[in-house]
């Protein structure tokens, strides 16, 4: 029973990813996602690489049942998520200039718009709280 939950969820959060493409197509990557918020989703843009974040964990444990597992990626996801928001809503704040044109990045194809940089930034979320989830997974000898 716990295998055909995890899938749906797994076949939903797909769903969401394609969706979240289809809303960044049509330039509208920061549109809220309200419903989306407890997993950190909060505008389309975001579901491009949160979406592909929990699928994984998602099926990690699917695969190995390890709970543990589970605990430290949502409360590393938070952790990095929730710094990295405060981090961005203080640059937008006080930030007048911006180094970077959004045209130079390979993703504004998809996005269309100044959206690259909150991407760029919950990429980088992410692949923190992938490696923050591997030192502690490491430091415990779970592997």
């Known amino acids: 029973m716990v295998n055909i939950i995890l899938s749906g969820i797994i076949i939903i959060l797909i769903f969401v990813t394609a ?3 289809r809303e960044c197509l049509r330039s509208r990557a920061y549109s809220e996602t309200r419903l989306l918020f ?3 989703i909060f505008v389309w843009g975001d579901a491009l690489l949160i979406t592909p974040f929990w699928i994984f964990v998602t099926f990690w444990f699917l ?4 709970v543990f597992v589970v605990k430290i990626a949502f409360i590393s ?15 937008e704040q006080f930030a007048t200039n911006k180094k970077n044109k959004p045209e130079k ?3 504004f194809r998809l996005l269309k ?3 690259v940089y909150f991407v760029n930034q919950v990429f980088w ?5 992938v490696a923050l989830t591997a030192l502690i997974l490491t430091s415990r000898n779970i592997w």
């Open 63 to 66: 695969i190995t049942k390890n």
């Open 125 to 129: 979320q992410v692949i923190t709280a």
């Open 105 to 107: 990045f390979i993703h």
């Open 19 to 21: 969706f979240s493409i």
């Open 113 to 115: 718009n100044d959206s």
């Open 77 to 91: 996801f938070w952790l990095i998520r929730s710094l990295g928001e405060a981090i961005y809503w203080i640059n």
């Open 38 to 40: 407890p997993l950190g």
